[in-house]
T-cell receptor
Framework: TQLLEQSPQFLSIQEGENLTVYCNSS?????LQWYRQEPGEGPVLLVT?????EVKKLKRLTFQFGDARKDSSLHITAAQPGDTGLYLC?????????FGTGTSLTVIP | EADIYQTPRYLVIGTGKKITLECSQT?????MYWYQQDPGMELHLIHY???????EKGDLSSESTVSRIRTEHFPLTLESARPSHTSQYLC????????FGYGYTFGSGTRLTVV
C-alpha cells in the first residue's frame, strides 16, 4: 500500500500550457516536500510546506498544502521545456519521509 | 556543486560479485538514507541511519547491508549481487531542521547493472 498517491502518473503538454499535479494521502503529515528529478540525477528539493492551507510560490510554480495536511498540489503556469522531469512529493510522518509515486512531466517545445 | 557524493556513477558487474556503493557528505548531517529507484519510478527506502553506529532497515526488503562508522560516510554493500539488484541507488542526507525547509540532499546516484 502506497502512503502517498500522485496523479497523474504521466503528463505530456505543450509549452505555455498550465498544469496541476496532485499528491494525496489518508495520513496526516507534519510537513510535505516537493522534489524534481531529471534523468540520471538525484531529486532536488523545490519547496517544503509546513502549515495546513499554506501556499508557496516559486516563480511559475505554486505549491499548496491541504488544510488537513493530508494532501498537496503543485501548479505550474506557462510550462517550459526546462520544467520536464519527475516530480515527487514526500511527506514527513515525524518518523521518516515517505515519497509519492511520482508524476513524469514532459513539456513539448 | 554537490555536497553529497556517490561513487561509482555507473557499475556493471557479474552475478555473485560483492560490491560496495560509496556515499559521502560534507554537510555534517546526522541522518543519512539509501533509496532504490527504478527509472522514472518512486523511491523505496532500504536503509537509514540517524548517526554514527546507528543503522536501520527501511520499508523495502533488501539483501544489502550498511555501516556508519563516521558521520560523513554511509556505504552500502551487496555481498552477492543478482540481476534482481539491477536498479538506481540514491543516497541522501538531511538535517534535523526539515520542518524549516531543509529537505533531503540527494547524491547523483549509482546506476547498477548485474549481468
Amino acid at each position: 500500500t502506497q502512503l502517498l498517491e500522485q496523479s497523474p502518473q504521466f503528463l505530456s503538454i505543450q509549452e505555455g500550457e498550465n498544469l496541476t499535479v496532485y499528491c494525496n494521502s489518508s495520513s496526516v503529515f507534519s510537513s510535505l516536500q516537493w522534489y524534481r528529478q531529471e534523468p540520471g540525477e538525484g531529486p532536488v528539493l523545490l519547496v517544503t510546506v509546513v502549515t495546513g492551507g499554506e501556499v508557496k510560490k516559486l516563480k511559475r510554480l505554486t505549491f499548496q498544502f491541504g488544510d488537513a495536511r493530508k494532501d498537496s498540489s503543485l501548479h505550474i503556469t506557462a510550462a517550459q521545456p526546462g520544467d520536464t522531469g519527475l516530480y515527487l512529493c514526500a511527506g514527513d510522518t515525524g518518523n521518516q519521509f515517505y515519497f509519492g509515486t511520482g508524476t513524469s512531466l514532459t513539456v513539448i517545445p | 556543486e554537490a555536497d553529497i557524493y556517490q561513487t561509482p556513477r555507473y557499475l556493471v558487474i557479474g552475478t555473485g560479485k560483492k560490491i560496495t556503493l560509496e556515499c559521502s557528505q560534507t554537510m555534517g548531517h546526522d541522518k543519512m538514507y539509501w533509496y532504490q529507484q527504478d527509472p522514472g519510478m518512486e523511491l523505496h527506502l532500504i536503509h537509514y541511519s540517524y548517526g554514527v553506529n546507528s543503522t536501520e532497515k527501511g520499508d523495502l526488503s533488501s539483501e544489502s547491508t550498511v555501516s556508519r562508522i563516521r558521520t560523513e560516510h554511509f556505504p552500502l554493500t551487496l555481498e552477492s549481487a543478482r540481476p534482481s539488484h539491477t536498479s538506481q541507488y540514491l543516497c541522501a542526507s538531511s538535517d534535523y531542521g526539515v520542518q524549516f525547509g531543509y529537505g533531503y540532499t540527494f547524491g547523483s546516484g549509482t546506476r547498477l547493472t548485474v549481468v
